[in-house]
T-cell receptor, first 114, second 113 residues
């Protein structure tokens, strides 16, 4: 079974530039998550999708971050404009429907904002 | 608001000795509890979870965890540590009402030969 795919793996940009990350979840997984993991901290949920609808985006900085999951499959997370404090690893995960579902994580995208 | 605490940033054990990585949580309803492991330059991997039933949960690679409702804890254990267990371990909690997942800040486990 193929795992969660993410691209790119690494990205370096200057502050005020824009960047986009892509995620393809495990086939059949209805729930998709985007997390931000800052060095030395645990993953922080940015947004959670159930199919193509948003379940939780309470911690998403909506003035600069946006995410979409068209057709309920793959998803894109965008940052525009980026700030220095956005430097982090962005993790995508997917799970079967339900709160007890195990989350399966992709390898992450490491973002460095200069 | 729900929260997870992993009180030890670092745990060091000798190979062959038992290990414990501590986790306590706070959630308004009943919890779903998870342990994940992260190896360098790799994504998080699922180890085990508590949903309901037996308080002692067994997972991958010989790990187990005990759910203690009165102490709101979910400590990760292994009877005999291996050098290859060295990694970063995360505890996570989720409210059974399908709320968001909250992760702890992780504990680095180092197993020395």
């Amino acid at each position: 079974e193929a795992g969660v795919a993410q691209s790119p793996r690494y990205k370096i940009i200057e502050k005020r530039q824009s960047v986009a990350f892509w995620c393809n979840p495990i086939s059949g997984h209805a729930t998709l998550y985007w997390y931000q993991q800052i060095l030395g901290q645990g993953p922080k949920l940015l947004i959670q999708f159930q199919n193509n609808g948003v379940v939780d985006d309470s911690q998403l900085p909506k003035d600069r971050f946006s995410a979409e999951r068209l057709k309920g499959v793959d998803s894109t997370l965008k940052i525009q404009p980026a700030k220095l404090e956005d430097s982090a690893v962005y993790l995508c995960a997917s799970s079967l429907e339900g709160a007890s579902g195990t989350q399966y994580f992709g390898p992450g995208t490491r973002l460095l904002v200069l | 608001a729900q929260s997870v605490a992993q009180p030890e940033d670092q745990v060091n054990v000798a190979e062959g000795n038992p290990l414990t990585v501590k986790c306590t949580y706070s959630v308004s309803g009943n919890p779903y509890l998870f342990w994940y492991v992260q190896y360098p330059n790799r994504g998080l991997q699922f180890l085990l979870k508590y949903i309901t039933g037996d308080n002692l949960v067994k997972g991958s690679y010989g790990f187990e965890a005990e759910f203690n409702k009165s102490q709101t804890s979910f400590h990760l254990k292994k009877p005999s540590a291996l050098v290859s267990d060295s990694a970063l371990y995360f505890c996570a909690v989720r409210d059974t009402n399908a709320g968001k997942s909250t992760f702890g800040d992780g504990t680095t486990l180092t197993v020395k030969p």
